[in-house]
């Protein structure tokens, strides 16, 4: 009996102050955390065996952390973004480009066709946690911005990056600019999706 508590305790603690909500269409789980102050962990940990790589089923029920606190409006942001009718925008596309690779196995991000020089902005607020040229993995000139929450996205084959590590960045902010730069075949940009490290279709955010 005695080594039954632990386990026992475990579920009473992750089950506790929770509240149940209905995925509806847009839903993502960093949204959702967002929303209800909480991280993508948490929910997890709420949620078990939620797996944080897979979509959102809309009607699929989850528990969240209580109280539930109304949204807050979101700001105005700059830059180009998806728009869906009915569906939360949650973050800006980075670039103003034609798709020319989308999300795979092989290619675990999206390849954005642009002219050299043209902006590439922040999709949500961050840190900026790399900014460099990257020869050894082919990035080139690559920066890398840390959202909270574990999400961070990374920005790649720029001819210039404007951001330096630890800088605070906001939703829409110029942080480097279209080029070719590591292993590349024309100008675009290789944007990268990651939630607790591991890549995600970016589109998920949107």
Do not use: C
């Not at 180009?80 to 480009?97: D, E, F, H, N, Y």
């Not at 902005?121 to 020869?135: I, K, Q």
């Amino acid at each position: 009996m005695r080594s039954t508590l632990p386990f026992l305790l475990a579920v009473l603690l992750s089950s506790a102050g929770a509240a149940s909500i209905t995925v509806k269409p847009g839903d993502t789980l960093y949204g959702l955390a967002r929303q209800h102050r909480t991280t993508i962990d948490r929910l997890v940990a709420l949620n078990a065996p939620l797996n944080p790589q897979r979509a959102l089923q809309v009607g699929q029920r989850l528990k969240v952390p209580d109280p539930m606190p109304a949204a807050a409006p979101r700001p105005a942001t700059t830059g180009p973004s998806v728009q869906r009718t009915g569906i939360r925008v949650t973050a800006v596309l980075p670039v103003q480009g034609r798709l020319t690779s989308p999300y795979s196995a092989q290619h675990p991000g999206l390849d954005l066709a642009a002219p050299t020089g043209t902006p590439v902005r922040a999709a949500r607020a961050g840190t900026v946690t790399e900014s460099r040229f990257d020869g050894r993995t082919g990035w080139g000139w690559t920066i890398v911005v840390d959202h909270g929450d574990g999400l961070t996205t990374r920005y790649s084959h720029n001819s210039a990056v404007l951001a330096q590590v630890g800088q605070a960045v906001t939703t829409g902010q110029v942080i480097a600019r279209v080029g070719s730069t590591g292993n590349s075949t024309g100008p675009h940009l290789d944007y990268r999706v990651m939630v607790a490290g591991q890549t995600i279709n970016p589109m998920r955010l949107y």
